[in-house]
């Protein structure tokens, strides 16, 4: 990945996206995740914070608030009406308005889809929510762990005979919820070239997480799911789709799941194949999982990659965070660029021929507010009416 100019203008830096102006309205987890999406393809990202701080989710120093990266930052007290009218106004300039605020609470502010429809009929216009715009629980507090519990997700993972594991916020916020408006949102840009039209978005995270639920429903539905957790083949369940501890504590994985990839497996673990494939299925877990674990803690993890190093035995060191970018695969791909001293992921997917700009470090909440403002349209009247009024930070 090149490198790229901080001190680009915004709009130029190339990318699948670029010339896509989104306004977003700054919230937590999922809301800045999916935006940061758009932002990485190239999009011009102006956000508008508040002027409280949010109570979760940006750490105190804006450098490390990663899903943040690539945004111009507006600061913006929209409990006044001057200040809702300027960003009534962003929203007729933009493609894309983004909001993760309760059901009404924007219609509150004068800036429900409706209003800003009104003014820009190709305004694609994403709702984040936990539970959804209707429903009896769209009014509801909630957080990822309660949408996945909601879904079937939380239940399903597990290890046999203990509770459900909560897995990172990775289902509910970033995949249930970030993934699916990014993608909601491409989809309605692309439904706005045939009509000319845009549309408002239902994104909620319990939907998304259901939606990645849809193979285990058809599993259940057929009778191979077992709603026992930790016995199915892809929950652990299957001893050779687990991991296992080594000699020095640290973990490796393995999921030969199909019998041409686990012979090699049991090969390099000194094993013959033949008298356990077939016989390695949930039935036999318990006498086939003992058996790797003891082979396993004989050597250390860094052993047991040099024992796999080129071998099609589906096996992968577990990695912390703090090891990742060491390993060789992410630095022969770049996937893991240092950024003002931040090793951080790289934008995915990658595109071939508008190639996603290496990300801009995120910004302090207020930096481009005399900038971006004039530039998207407000007029140097309303700017200084908004900054008698304290409205602007």
């Known amino acids: 990945m090149e490198k790229q100019d901080r001190h680009d203008e915004p709009g130029q830096r190339g990318g699948p996206l670029a010339g896509l102006k989104v306004l977003e309205f700054a919230g937590v987890g999922p809301t800045p995740m999916g935006t940061m999406l758009l932002a990485d393809m190239g999009a011009e990202v102006v956000t508008i914070d508040r002027t409280e701080p949010i109570e979760l989710g940006s750490p105190k120093t804006p450098g490390f608030d990663l899903i943040r990266r690539n945004r111009l930052l507006v600061k913006m007290d929209l409990k006044q009406t001057e200040a809702q009218a300027c960003a009534l106004e962003l929203a007729s300039k933009a493609d894309v308005l983004i909001e993760g605020f309760r059901p009404g609470v924007m219609e509150r502010l004068g800036l429900g889809p409706e209003v800003c429809r009104a003014r820009n009929r190709g305004l694609v216009y994403a709702r984040m929510t936990g539970w959804g715009q209707t429903g009896p629980l769209a009014d509801r507090a909630g957080h990822d762990l309660n949408y996945i519990a909601l879904s079937g997700a939380l239940h399903a993972i597990g290890r046999e005979g203990g509770p459900p594991a909560p897995p990172l916020n990775l289902i509910g916020d970033f995949g249930g919820g970030a993934l699916y408006m990014a993608v909601g949102v491409l989809a309605a840009l692309h439904a706005r070239q045939q009509t000319g039209e845009g549309q408002v978005i239902d994104v909620a995270m319990v939907d998304g997480a259901l939606s990645l639920m849809t193979a285990f429903f058809g599993g259940y539905a057929s009778g191979r799911l077992s709603l026992q957790r930790g016995t199915n083949v892809v929950d652990g369940g299957a001893p050779y789709y687990d991991v296992y501890q080594c000699a020095d504590g640290e973990y490796v994985s393995v999921a030969p799941i199909e019998s041409r990839f686990r012979r ?130």
Do not use: N
């Open 264 to 393: 090699e497996l049991y090969e390099k673990l000194g094993l013959d194949p033949d008298s356990l494939i077939g016989k390695d299925g949930p039935a036999e877990r318990h006498a086939v999982k003992p058996k790797l674990a003891e082979i396993f803690r004989q050597r250390t993890r860094a052993e047991w990659c040099k024992v796999f190093e080129g071998s099609d035995a589906c096996f992968a060191p577990v990695l912390s965070v703090a090891e990742t970018a060491q390993h060789p695969h992410h630095v022969a791909r770049g996937s893991l660029p240092v950024i003002d001293g931040i090793a951080q992921p790289a934008p995915a997917p990658r595109f071939a021929g508008t190639p996603s700009p290496l990300p801009r470090p995120p910004r302090r909440s207020g930096t481009d507010t005399e900038t971006v403002l004039p530039r998207w349209g407000i007029d140097a009247a309303t700017l200084d009416r908004l900054r008698s009024l304290k409205a602007l930070q």
